[in-house]
């Protein structure tokens, strides 16, 4: 199958194509490396160093013996999707090519406005170009489980049954999005799903948990290894706690902690990605794939990963700033996912073996974490209009001490 992956340059676009390179698909992409500069925006970088693309594709070639067509380019524009779609005409496409961080949208007005113009702009055209040159192709579209916000009813995965005032019908679950980001995903939704409808497009909409990893099997060198993010911004939460152990400051739960979200590990978030393109919706089917493994609280998170790091010889800490987000601190959580479940997905990683690996991996760049370390105190207030000041005062903290044992 020929898949197009918008945004291969990413977290997860680039172990997805290594995992469809080495399960015989071909892969074409696009990226105009816009996480690359946003990242260095914050002041901060990959805690794995990322070689230019072209060097990953030599890199793929040279290991993996396969080609990546690519082509660097912005969403935003839409003669150069028009393009894209035109000359490959693939059969699937997987669309993760959008502002990802929620921090990030708000900073302020002008990070809020760029994230939503931006992500449901780069959506629309993809519509609009598959309904011209690839009606057939099935579109993966990443969203997130966040656009669901935390309803104290379980949340089904898209659409549920509903009986008001004598009427009975079957539609989508409300969305209770947590910031300009998730509200962007949620327009998505709406897009694609009404997209499918007019134009009988193909559509599997991915509510995706949180993801956290280092490496897939198919990282064998170490210019395989895809970008890792540790800062407020852009790192997500496992991720960041770890890297906060190694650098031997507190793990920052914000607030209480009780704060629960559906999390998978990059392994199986790219491994239910393929699932999903090898079992295609139908002419004109929207579905909604709700995409994790479990349920964590933040506390449990910083729990687990502070007991691993004790357990390598780190001495981490745990600590609870005043919570820089609008959001619920402790309350129910009760996602279904059972759909990847019925196409044959099954977890292959547990979050412990997961977090062990991270350290492993994470502890050959303990310099690139010093270098930055002061980017991963939270500076970004969701009740502040304008956080530009507090992100360029940001005080460098100093590192801990290198681990006691065995990690170094
Ligand atoms: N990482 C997570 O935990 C997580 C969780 C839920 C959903 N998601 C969603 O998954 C998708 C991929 O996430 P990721 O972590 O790999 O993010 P990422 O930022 O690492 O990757 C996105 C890639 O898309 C590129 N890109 C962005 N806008 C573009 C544009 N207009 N034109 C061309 N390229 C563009 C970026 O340069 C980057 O390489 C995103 O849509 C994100 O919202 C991620």
Redesign the pocket.
């Known amino acids: 199958m020929k898949v197009l992956i918008?945004?291969?340059?990413?977290?997860?676009?680039w172990p997805l194509a290594l995992h469809l390179l080495a399960r015989g698909h071909e892969v074409v992409g696009?990226?105009?490396?816009?996480?690359?500069r946003r990242v260095r925006e914050v002041g901060s970088w990959s805690a794995t160093p990322i070689p230019s693309f072209a060097r990953r594709q030599a890199a793929v070639r040279e290991v993996l013996g396969k080609e990546i067509t690519f082509y660097r380019?912005?969403?935003?524009r839409y003669e150069v999707v028009e393009k894209v779609l035109a000359t490959e005409r693939p059969d699937a496409i997987v669309?993760?090519?959008?502002?990802?961080?929620a921090p990030y949208s708000m900073i302020d007005v002008r990070h809020a406005v760029a994230t939503q113009i931006?992500?449901v702009?780069?959506t629309l055209h993809l519509l609009y170009a598959m309904r011209a040159y690839a009606p057939d192709a099935h579109l993966v579209k990443?969203?997130?489980?966040?656009e669901y916000g935390t309803p104290k009813v379980p949340i089904p995965e898209g659409f549920f049954e509903v009986e008001y005032r004598g009427g009975k019908d079957t539609l989508p679950f409300p969305r209770q999005a947590g910031s300009w980001?998730h509200w962007s995903?949620v327009f998505d939704s709406g897009d694609v799903m009404f997209a499918s409808r007019i134009w009988n497009l193909r559509a599997t909409d991915v509510m995706?948990?949180?993801?956290?990893g280092i490496r897939t099997p198919e990282m064998t060198d170490r210019r395989l290894l895809t970008?890792f993010?540790f800062d407020e911004t852009?790192g997500?939460v496992v991720n960041r706690f770890i890297a906060q152990a190694i650098l031997g400051v507190p793990l920052t739960v914000y607030g209480r902690g009780g704060q629960t979200r559906g999390f998978i590990a990059l392994e199986d978030s790219v491994q239910s990605l393929r699932i999903a393109i090898e079992h295609p919706a139908r002419p004109g089917e929207y579905r909604v794939f709700n995409q994790f493994d479990a349920a964590y609280s933040v506390n449990h998170l910083a729990q687990t990963a502070s007991r691993i790091a004790t357990e390598l010889g780190y001495s981490a800490t745990i600590a609870h700033p005043p919570n820089p987000r609008v959001e619920a601190e402790e309350h129910g959580y009760e996602p279904v996912h059972e759909h990847l479940y019925e196409l044959g997905y099954r977890r292959t990683r547990t979050l412990e073996e997961v977090i062990r690996e991270i350290f492993t991996t994470l502890r050959r760049y303990r310099g690139r974490l010093v270098a930055k370390q002061h980017v991963v105190q939270p500076a970004i207030d969701w009740r502040q209009g304008d956080n530009r000041g507090s992100l360029g005062t940001r005080a460098p903290t100093p590192p801990g001490p290198p681990p006691s044992s065995g990690a170094a």
């Open positions: 918008t945004g291969i340059d990413g977290y997860s676009g696009i990226d105009n490396f816009v996480t690359r380019g912005d969403l935003g669309h993760l090519a959008e502002q990802r961080s931006e992500n702009t780069s990443m969203g997130t489980m966040g980001y995903k995706q948990g949180v993801i956290y970008r993010d852009w997500t």
